[in-house]
């Protein structure tokens, strides 16, 4: 009954960029806070950035201040990521996360995860 779908990942240059999409199922954004996570091959995962619909803060992890952007549209319910001058190391598995809570870069305070949605930066 509750999930989340994140879609637009695919393959994209050095230097390019990239939109993904995260749509909530069976939720609304108010109130609520939705977290990007990527996972790469063999390393942990690591929270990328977040949006509180609460108060409309936003929050992004070093290394991608300065290129990656996000944007809640609480009319299409929808947070977008957009990612620009992607460098092979934003190869990942991207996922959003919810979490009633505030913005955390803990994983385990998200009660909900999207399928992951696949970033390749490569030429």
């Known amino acids: 009954q509750f999930q989340l779908v994140d879609f637009g990942g695919g393959l994209v240059q050095p230097g390019g960029s990239r939109i993904l999409s995260c749509v909530p199922s069976?939720?609304?954004?108010?109130?609520?806070?939705i977290g990007w996570f990527r996972q790469a091959p063999g390393k942990e995962r690591e929270g990328v950035s977040c949006?509180?619909?609460?108060?409309?803060?936003?929050y992004f992890t070093d290394s991608v201040k300065g290129r990656f952007t996000i944007h809640s549209d609480n009319a299409k319910n929808t947070v977008y990521l957009q990612m620009n001058s992607l460098k092979p190391e934003d190869t990942a598995v991207y996922y959003c996360?919810?979490?009633?809570?505030?913005?955390?870069?803990?994983?385990?305070?998200?009660?909900?995860w999207s399928q992951g949605t696949q970033v390749t930066v490569s030429s």
């Open positions: 949006i509180s619909n609460s108060d409309g803060n936003t």
């Open positions: 069976g939720f609304k954004l108010d109130y609520l806070a």
């Open positions: 996360a919810l979490t009633e809570g505030g913005c955390t870069y803990y994983s385990g305070h998200y009660d909900y």
